[in-house]
Structure formats: structure tokens, C-alpha cells
């Protein structure tokens, strides 16, 4: 019997523990009321890696490509995860639709959050060679 005793008490004590650590994860996610604040203040944050400091990238302005948007952006500047340059992040101030961030609104090229990427990649580009990149289409 001892045995028995022994395995379910083994059983109780991981099961306990695999309880515990479940609800600490949930915990720990963001609320309900902070995911729809987000949402509603224009989602998710884009966000590049520059290869310059932080004083750089915001010496006297923004770089061309984020300026040209105004007051339409929140714009975060702060310095990159290791000491790695600076991580440049933006997003839109006004909350997208549902049907433009959709997939058929992405795929029409509809989603603000598609150009929001675009002149964080053209600052980026900027920043750290000078020009903007660009692509040639291929054949």
C-alpha cells in the first residue's frame, strides 16, 4: 500500500505543480482592459534596429521618411537590447479598422501598419547608409 501511496502522492505533487505554474503565466499576460487600450490606440508598435546611437537618430528631426507623417505617428526612441545601436519604433495614432488590417485589406494594400513598416525600413536605410534602399523588381 505504501507504494501506492507513494505514486499518487507523486502524481498530486506534479500536478500541483503544473497547476501553480499555469496560473502564474496567466498572471503575468496583459489584461484584457490593456490589449484593448492598445488596440485602440493604433495596435501594435513597428519597430526597427538602427546601427547608430540614440543621439543620431533623433539629432535635429526624425529622418525624412518618419517626418513626412506628422503628428500621425507615435514615434519611441530608446537605446537596443545589448548596447546594439538604437531600436527605432512607431505606429499609427489612430486606431486602424477592422476590415483594413484584415487580410483582404492587407493583401489590397489597405493596412496604415504596411506603411508605418515601410518608413521604418526607409529611415532605417537612411540612418545608417545614407540613401534610401531600393529593389528592382525581378524579371
Do not use: F, H
Not at 34 to 51: E, I, K, P, Y
Amino acid at each position: 500500500m505504501s507504494r501506492v501511496r507513494r505514486v499518487r502522492s507523486a502524481l498530486l505533487s506534479a500536478a500541483a505543480i503544473v497547476v501553480s505554474a499555469g496560473i502564474r503565466r496567466w498572471r503575468r499576460r496583459p489584461s484584457r482592459m490593456a490589449r484593448l487600450a492598445d488596440a485602440q490606440n493604433g495596435g501594435r508598435w513597428q519597430t526597427v534596429t538602427v546601427n547608430r546611437p540614440p543621439t543620431d537618430v533623433w539629432a535635429e528631426a526624425l529622418p525624412e521618411p518618419l517626418e513626412r507623417y506628422g503628428d500621425r505617428l507615435e514615434i519611441r526612441i530608446r537605446p537596443a537590447p545589448g548596447n546594439c545601436g538604437t531600436e527605432l519604433a512607431a505606429r499609427t495614432k489612430d486606431r486602424p479598422s477592422r476590415l483594413a488590417i484584415a487580410l483582404p485589406g492587407r493583401l489590397a494594400g489597405q493596412d496604415p501598419r504596411q506603411e508605418v513598416r515601410r518608413a521604418l525600413r526607409e529611415a532605417k536605410s537612411q540612418l545608417e547608409s545614407g540613401k534610401t534602399a531600393q529593389t528592382k523588381p525581378q524579371p
